[in-house]
């Protein structure tokens, strides 16, 4: 990590000619290997399934299948079997703010952002990608 004192904007730029170019050559090979990774990683498990093998072992090296299961809820499916089936005090009605309701209110100015502002959180997200010089 890089730690910054008061640096005049030649030396950032200094050390920024040295990191752009490090980093983007990383960044490259990095790419191809997860591609490699990737590609390689779905071929041992169709292998591995289709030889019904749950691990396997070369030399020192040793390769295994963990197999997890992963249940997400219908809830629309779920809330309609149990208002089927009358059972009471699971289905709970839920408030919720109407958007296109917000939105209509804030553009005709019955209420001012300024009011609902403190509602709102902003998170900022820095992502660094690569490209080539605009020409």
Known sequence: ???FR??????LNEQLNELVPRY???????????????SDNEDIKDVLSYAQYDEYTVGDDRVFIVRSEKQEMDEDALIQKLKDMQVKGIVKKKEYVDTEALE???????IKAE???SCFNTKETISLRVGKPKA
């Open 115 to 117: 009011e609902i502002a």
């Open 104 to 110: 209509n209110a804030l553009y005709h100015h019955r």
């Open 6 to 11: 008061k640096v005049p904007k030649d030396e």
């Open 24 to 38: 983007v050559q990383n960044k490259k090979q990095a790419d191809h290997y997860m591609r490699l990774v990737k």
């Open 1 to 3: 990590m890089i730690t």
